[in-house]
C-alpha cells in the first residue's frame, strides 16, 4: 500500500508526515513499500556498539525508553539485552495498584468506554472476543511476552502503577502478530529478535501526540550483540492493509489492488475520523462513512 494511504489510516492529514512525531524527530525514516514489506525503516546517527555499551553500564536487565514532556518523564517503552537461556522471570511479591483498564470497567458503561470493554475482553482469562472480533483489535504488548521480562516491568514501576497501563495497548491484530500477509506485522520483528539471540531489543509505543489514547505503532530496534551490528529499526504502523486480489505473491504496494470480498480497508473512513480513533479511542468512528 502506498505510504499516503498507510498514513492516512494513521489519522494524517495530507501535509502531515511522520517525521513531525515528536518521538520521531531523530529519526530519518523511509517507507519499504512492495511485496511483504509495507513498514517504515529508522536510521539515526547512534552507533550499535555504543548503544550496547551504554546499556550495559546500567546492570541492569531490562530499562525504560523515556521522553521529558510537560515537566515529567513518560514512559513509551523498554529495551534490553536478550539472551538465550534467560528463563521467564517471575517478579518479585510486590503488590500494585488497580490497573486503569479494570478501574474503568467497573464504572457504568457508555459509549466512550467501548474501547475499555475491548482492552478488559482481551486481557481477561475468559474473554468472549465480541468486541475484539468486530474491530480486529489485540491487546498488543510493546515490550513482547517473547523476552521473558515483562516481569522485570512491575518491578521497576513499583506499587504505584501497573504493568497494562505502560506495556499494553490496543493494536490491531494484523500489525500485532499475524504474518504471511502482504505486511511486516510486529511478530516478524519479535522473531528476528529471538532468531538472533544474543540481542538487544528495543520496543517503543509511538503517539501522534502526547494525550493520545491509542498509539499510530511501534518502533522496534534489534542489535546483533556479537557483531555489534544494527539488524532491524522500524516503525509498525498501527492500521489495516488492503489484501490484494493475488495475496502474498503480488506487490500490493504498487498496484494497491483491493479485494473487496476480504478487504481489510476502509475507503469511505476519513482520516479525520481515524484521528478520533487515536486521539479519543472511539471505535465507532471506524465506522465507513454512508455515501
Not at 498501527?238 to 489492488?257: A, E, I, L, Q, R
Amino acid at each position: 500500500m502506498e505510504e499516503r494511504k498507510v498514513l492516512k489510516r494513521l489519522g494524517f492529514k495530507e501535509d502531515e508526515n511522520l517525521g513531525e512525531v515528536k518521538q520521531l524527530r531523530n529519526y530519518s525514516i523511509e517507507y519499504i513499500e512492495g511485496n511483504n514489506n509495507n513498514y517504515f525503516k529508522l536510521t539515526d546517527n547512534k552507533k550499535p556498539a555504543k548503544i550496547i555499551e551504554d546499556f550495559s553500564s546500567h546492570n541492569q536487565i531490562i530499562l525504560p525508553v523515556c521522553h521529558y514532556e510537560y515537566g515529567r518523564v513518560i514512559i513509551t517503552g523498554w529495551r534490553g539485552c536478550l539472551r538465550k537461556g534467560m528463563g521467564e522471570y517471575i517478579h518479585k511479591n510486590v503488590r500494585h495498584d488497580e490497573s486503569w483498564i479494570n478501574k474503568r470497567k467497573k464504572e457504568k458503561e457508555s459509549k466512550s468506554k467501548l474501547l475499555d470493554t475491548l482492552m478488559c475482553e482481551v486481557l481477561s482469562k475468559n474473554y468472549t472476543q465480541k468486541l475484539s472480533n468486530k474491530y480486529e483489535i489485540d491487546a498488543g504488548h510493546v515490550f513482547g511476552m517473547f523476552t521473558d521480562s515483562t516481569s522485570y516491568i512491575g518491578d521497576i514501576l513499583g506499587s504505584n502503577q501497573n504493568v497494562n497501563n505502560i506495556n499494553i495497548y490496543p493494536q490491531v491484530k494484523e500489525a500485532n502478530e499475524i504474518f504471511n500477509t502482504e505486511r511486516k506485522s510486529q511478530l516478524d520483528f519479535e522473531n528476528e529478535a529471538r532468531d538472533n539471540k544474543p540481542c538487544y531489543y528495543e520496543a517503543e509505543a509511538i503517539c501522534k501526540e502526547w494525550t493520545d489514547i491509542v498509539p499510530i505503532g511501534t518502533r522496534i530496534r534489534i542489535i546483533d550483540i556479537q557483531n555489534s551490528k544494527e539488524l532491524h529499526h522500524v516503525f509498525i504502523p498501527n492500521c489495516k492493509y488492503p489484501k490484494s486480489k493475488k495475496g502474498k505473491d503480488s506487490d500490493s504496494g504498487s498496484k494497491d489492488t483491493v479485494d473487496k470480498e476480504n478487504s481489510t480497508s476502509e475507503p469511505n473512513i476519513s482520516a479525520e475520523q481515524y484521528r478520533a480513533f487515536f486521539k479519543e479511542g472511539d471505535l465507532n468512528k471506524l465506522t465507513p462513512i454512508n455515501k
